[in-house]
DNA sequence: GGTGAAATCTACCTAGG
DNA sequence: CCTAGGTAGATTTCACC
């Protein structure tokens, strides 16, 4: 595996917040050749650096006017039980994303809805009636004050 | 403000799994010319609908062995003390994220560090200290088991 | 919906440490 | 021998028809 330096630090920086760049921008911007800096931008795909390219949508635009992060527990620790969960978060397109985290709440989800009665109806409608659904705690989103921010380098 | 059909948002999904998609597959993919998929996008980025295009970079290949999200509550809800939070928030790298959320915590974080002891460097040493700040909650992510899947499309 | 000019990527080649 | 810079063919985009 190769070594990553400062360079391929930098390149990642600008590539996070537009990955529109052409070679000879990034060369521009990192004082290198165009195709030096798509070498290196080719590297760090082909080692699993970059994961993917993503489109950014504004969710708002798309009519999802209600975020919320929610914290799940489940009614049991056996395994069935976050087996079941976990197809019921597959099967819910509302639910982007879902983390495990250390703590009393066994997970933390991200969902989107059009509006608060969606949001409502997610919660009583769908995940509390699920029998692997012990409690939900729901925190509505109000403001982002800092979005999606490059990863730190460290 | 045009209207977005059925065809946008198929295409606004396949766009945030893989944004490398040339306007010839896109056009496969949703039965399109490869001009009238190229049309739809780039209306859709001057709409304002596609915010970005971004590079996703695998955290752990860069040394970010650790994930957490916290929960911070100010020490008073007066507007400078939300205003020095902000300029904390802004100048720690570690941070990517911040929302503004309804309940008893004022706001949530997403953050990324090396490992254990800077994450605790980070609670004890940097945002403990500071006088805006009164209760940090953290809680370190296991695992991610579903991972920015694309918006629902309403 | 199609076409063509301009721009971009990428594989290959050459030079230098 | 390995890394950096340059070049040409193929692909893609985008303004126009």
Same mark, same amino acid.
């Given at each position: 595996m190769p070594q990553i330096d400062q360079t391929d630090r930098r390149l990642l920086k600008l590539l %996070?917040?537009?990955?529109q760049l052409t070679s000879q921008e990034l060369g521009e911007a990192l004082n290198l050749s165009a195709s030096q800096a798509g070498r290196r931008r080719q590297r760090l795909e082909e080692t699993g650096m970059i994961t993917r390219y993503a489109a950014q949508?504004?969710?708002?635009?798309?009519?999802?006017?209600? %975020?919320?992060?929610?914290q799940v527990e489940l009614a049991s620790q056996a395994p069935q039980a976050a087996q079941a969960f %976990? %197809?019921?978060?597959? !099967?819910?397109?509302?639910?982007?994303?879902?983390?495990?985290?250390?703590g009393e709440s066994d997970f933390l989800m991200r969902v989107y809805c059009a509006n608060l009665a969606a949001l409502n109806d997610l919660?009583?409608?769908?995940?509390?009636?699920?029998?692997?659904?012990?409690?939900?705690? !729901?925190?509505?989103?109000?403001?982002?004050?800092k979005r999606d921010a490059p990863l730190p380098l460290p």
């Open positions: %996070q917040r537009n990955a949508i504004d969710p708002r635009k798309l009519g999802l006017d209600v %975020q919320a992060f929610m %976990q %197809q019921l978060v597959e !099967s819910c397109a509302d639910i982007t994303s879902v983390w495990t985290l250390t919660i009583h409608r769908v995940l509390l009636p699920h029998p692997a659904v012990a409690r939900v705690h !729901s925190q509505i989103v109000l403001d982002q004050t």
